[in-house]
Structure formats: C-alpha cells, structure tokens
C-alpha cells in the first residue's frame, strides 16, 4: 500500500499547519528547518523552470521592442519635430478626460444600485455593465455621423467668425464626442470596482458617520468615496490602458494618438525603428501610469465588511429622489450601449432586408478568425491553471516575479505587442532553422500575440480560483501519496471549474474584439467579425459593417452576463452583501 510523507516531513514541506511565527520568517531564518529541507525550498523544480520558461516566452515581444530602439532610423527626427508632439497630447489629453468622464458616469450608480432602493435597481445592477460589449471602434461607427449632423452650426460658425473659429469648432468637436463616447463604453471597469468597494465596506462605518450627523452625501464624499479609492484608481488604470490601446475609434474621429501613429509610421512611411519606438513611449506611459497608481495609493487597502457586520439597509428613495436616481443610471447605460446598439440594429435590419445582404465576408474566413480565438482562450485558459498552481505550490520571490512578467502583456497596448511579435518571429525566420516553417504571418503569430496579451486575465482568476479552494484537499492528497499533477487534475482542476470557465468566456469575448494587434498580424486572407466590420466602415458602408458589429455586441453581451453571473455569487462576497445583492 502507497502511503504518503511522514508528518514531519510533510509539515517541513509546507503541506502540514506549522507555527505561524514560524511560517512568517524567511526561508534562511528558519533554524528548525532541515538543511535538506531548507535546499528543496530555494532549489528548482519542474513547475519552477516550467514556469520560468513561460514567463520568459510571454517577455520576449517587449524584449524585442526594447531591444529594436537602438536601431538606425530614418524618420525619427523629422517625427520627433512633426508629429511627436501632437501624438502625446491627443493621447494624455483623452486618457484624462476619459478618466474624469467615466468617474462621473460609473461612480453615483455605484452608489445608488448599493446604498438605495428604487425602482428598477437589480435591472440597472447589472445592465450597467454591457456598455463592455460594445468595442469602441463599434461605437465609433456610429458617434462619427455627430460631426455630419452639426455641418450647419459649422458653416454658420465659418461664416459669422472665420476660418480659425471653425477649425477650432470642429476640432472641439471631433475630441469632445471621442471622449464622451469613450467613456460612456468604459465606464464599467470603474463601475464595478466602485459596486465592489461600495458593497465591501459594511454598515458598521456608514451608521458611525449617520450617528455623527452626517448625512447622505457627507458621507459619501467623506466617507465611502476615500475608502473605495483603491478600487477607483485601479478600476482608472483599466480605462487608461484601454484608451491608450485603442485605434480604431481614434482613427475614424482624426484624432492620431501613439498608437495611431504607430500604424501610420510602420505601413505608411515603412520605418519599423520609428515604429518601435513609439511602441516603447506606449510601453513607457503605461509603466509611468502603474508608478503613479502605486504611489497614489501608498498604503491603502480595500476595507471589507467583517462576516458578524450587520448588513446594509438601503435607503429606500420616492418622489423626485427615486426618479433622479433611476435617470442617473440610464443616462451612462444609454450613452454606452442603448443608442449604438439600437443603431447597429436598425442598420442591421437595412442591410438585411437590401439587395446587398450577401455581402458579407466569407465563412470561412470569420470561421478561421472564430476558431483562432477560441483555440487561443481554451489553451490559455488551462495553461494559465497550471501555471497559477506552480506558483502556489511554492510562493517564493522568484515565481511571484514569474506571474508578474506572464501578467505584463495585459499592460501593453495591443499594437505593441503586435509590433514586438513581428520583431520576434521576424528573427526567427530570418535564422532558417532546420525544420521550422515561416512564422511570419502566419495563424501561430496571432494566436501568439493574444496568448502574450490576454494571458493575465485567465491567470489572475485561476490564481483567486486556488486562493478560494484553499490547502486541506491538497494536502490530504499529497498525504495519500499523490503528486502535483495528480493532485491538480483531480482535486484542483475540477473545483477550479467555475473560474476557469468564466475566465474563458471572457477572454474568448475580448479577443473577438480585438482590432489592432489582429490588423497588423494577419495573413491577407484572414478575416475576423472585428476587421470585417472595419473594413466596411472605412469604406463608408455602416449599414453593411453593422451585421459584424451586432454579432460581437450579441457575443460579448451574453459572456459578460455569463460571467457577471458567476461573479455575483463568488464566495469572498462579504455574507452582508451576498444575502442583499442577489444580481
């Protein structure tokens, strides 16, 4: 009969409960530790070098763009002279304006769906969340008619005050419509972190305000909003990350922004050293943007509710106060997703119902595009399982820097990975290794890109997933004699179900959505719903771009409400808000 370690052995391994004293020394200060057991610890093993060897591979596009920066160029000067300048203000110009916009439109229905009772609150609970399945550039489609409908206010200006005022007038306007219809499709990242911090903080600190005399709205901007702040800036670096991403939408409106000029450098002018290293400015103002965050936040940490906190009473509004709160959260879910998507559906039904309905790319081609991401979420999605498990079996310094360079891809903007990919796998054909074919536009270097892009979000809910399931099964497993692997595939895999499912979904709906990256990878027969649809809008066919565009709102509306499902009933829900927020 196979029996497992000894209980001394397995508690010098970590399996067994120790003294938490113990537990919080470091390795090397641990003197009751074997020699052989404090070796073990600081050694490699197989899920150690496996998981090194990932990140490494996940590293190696930003490697190559930093390593390209070096390079001969051409055209730099006479872009760092031109161009440059304007790239950098359109991009932190919109990044603010999106930020401050979308605080406005996800914050007070934060609030109110949390702390109030109204009429249609657990509709707008968890509507206010499909703006996310509306991309962008979508959304461009169909905000860009607002510069057609204002040509009368624009003549009028031109002929009352000139030629200056009317370039200023349009240029006013083309920005201020890009960052409103930005924000109305982002908003959600803020709104469900505010719903998340807003529901964590219990009643124990709103009744100790309320007894102090203070009242809804003191202890609102007092009160919840500094306590729900870690959650707000992280929920702002999403939105920034996602408007420093974007092309699509800023290429319509005119407004070049890095990554714009990041297309326009590489297939206009044909520089790839200046692409580069407008690549490596993205790559910088993101990493800029996480240092900020950092020490903005200092030492702040989520404050959640105890499990003995009673739970929050919301305040039930009447009269003008309910109608004022059910106009606060239709007005961002309107902006976001009622108005384009209604659009998207009337020109749907218009192409339809035209002598042009067949034209519509090939289904071989969407099916390729389809296939691509859905092989790509299934194989990221368990890879990233096994990986959150290497780094649980044994947490130390150098797998946690492990899972944050497998994480970094999610940071950078979708044309730099692209860029860095194409760097790679360039190098790679250019060595005429025996045996492998050209990678170079080929369907491997998309699927690769989005594994390297999207590789964090099925990690980070794996690793809460583990987090969850916590340490007894696997260690009465490893006390019966199994392995890691055994022990992940019949104990952890299964309970990791649920996360691992919901993390698919989402990252099958985000890289159907993905635009940039896939425009600069593909091979010249590839299609997806995304380059479809942009294809027909730069032809000036909306009616014709809007049957793709309404197949990836309907896709992605259904994943996030599959996985707003799920999350709605994760565990680490304080038991207050699990037993008075049933979304």
Not at 82 to 102: D, H, M, R, S, W
Not at 120 to 125: D, E, K
Request: charge should be positive; glycine fraction near 10%; aromatic fraction near 10%.
């Amino acid at each position: 009969m196979k029996t497992g370690p000894p209980p001394s052995a397995a508690r010098s391994a970590g399996w067994l409960p120790v003294d938490p004293a113990r537990v919080s020394a470091p390795a090397e200060e641990r003197p009751h530790l074997s020699l052989r057991s404090r070796l073990r610890n600081r050694l490699p093993d197989r899920w150690g070098i496996g998981a090194g060897i990932l990140s490494g591979i996940i590293a190696l596009p930003v490697l190559a763009v930093l390593y390209s920066l070096g390079g001969a160029s051409p055209e730099w000067a006479h872009l760092v002279e031109t161009v440059l300048p304007g790239y950098l203000k359109n991009t932190f110009g919109l990044v603010i304006g999106v930020v401050a916009i979308a605080l406005f439109f996800a914050v007070p229905p934060a609030w109110l769906v949390t702390m109030c009772e109204f009429p249609g609150r657990r509709f707008f609970s968890w509507a206010l969340v499909l703006p996310l399945a509306i991309p962008t550039y979508v959304a461009a489609f169909v905000f860009s008619r607002g510069p057609e409908a204002a040509i009368p206010l624009l003549v009028w200006i031109r002929r009352e005050w000139g030629v200056d005022a009317f370039l200023f007038a349009e240029s006013a306007l083309r920005h201020g419509l890009l960052t409103l219809m930005m924000a109305g499709v982002l908003f959600p990242y803020l709104y469900l972190a505010a719903r998340a911090a807003f529901s964590q903080q219990g009643r124990a600190a709103i009744d100790a305000a309320r007894s102090l005399g203070s009242g809804p709205t003191r202890v609102f901007f007092r009160v919840a909003l500094p306590m729900a702040r870690p959650a707000l800036v992280a929920g702002a670096a999403l939105v920034v990350m996602e408007v420093i991403n974007d092309y699509g939408a800023v290429h319509f409106f005119g407004v070049p922004t890095l990554t714009e000029g990041i297309f326009r450098t590489w297939f206009g002018m044909g520089d790839k050293v200046a692409a580069l290293r407008l690549a490596g400015l993205a790559m910088l103002a993101v990493a800029v943007l996480l240092i900020l965050e950092r020490m903005a936040r200092g030492g702040a940490r989520y404050t959640e509710a105890e499990a003995s906190s009673p739970p929050l009473s919301r305040r039930r509004l009447h009269g003008r106060r309910a109608v004022f709160a059910w106009l606060t959260c239709l007005l961002p879910l309107a902006l976001g997703f009622l108005y384009p998507a209604g659009h998207l559906t009337v020109w749907a039904g218009l192409h339809l119902a035209s002598e042009n309905a067949a034209d519509f790319p090939g289904l071989d081609a969407v099916s390729r595009g389809v296939g691509v991401a859905v092989t790509t979420a299934a194989c990221a999605t368990l890879v990233a399982g096994l990986f959150a498990y290497a780094i649980q079996l044994r947490n130390n310094r150098a797998r946690r820097i492990f899972a944050r360079v497998a994480g970094l891809g999610y940071a950078m903007p979708g044309a730099v990975v692209a860029v860095g990919v194409l760097a790679v796998m360039g190098g790679l054909d250019r060595q005429a290794l025996p045996g492998l074919p050209l990678l170079s536009g080929t369907l491997f270097a998309i699927g690769f890109a989005y594994f390297v892009r999207f590789f964090a979000i099925p990690l980070q809910l794996a690793s809460a997933g583990l987090d969850r399931i916590g340490r007894p099964l696997e260690e009465a497993s490893r006390l019966l004699g199994k392995g890691p692997f055994s022990t992940f595939l019949r104990i952890d895999l299964p309970l990791l179900r649920g996360p691992l499912v919901a993390a698919g979904m989402l990252l099958f709906v985000d890289l159907l959505k993905e635009l940039p990256l896939t425009l600069i990878l593909r091979p010249a027969d590839f299609e997806t719903l995304a380059t479809s649809a942009f294809g027909f809008a730069k032809e000036a066919r909306l009616q014709a771009c809007a049957v793709p565009s309404l197949l990836i709102v309907i896709v992605g509306a259904a994943g996030l409400l599959l996985a707003n499902r799920w999350f709605s009933g994760l565990p680490d829900t304080p038991p207050s808000a699990r037993r008075h927020e049933r979304v």
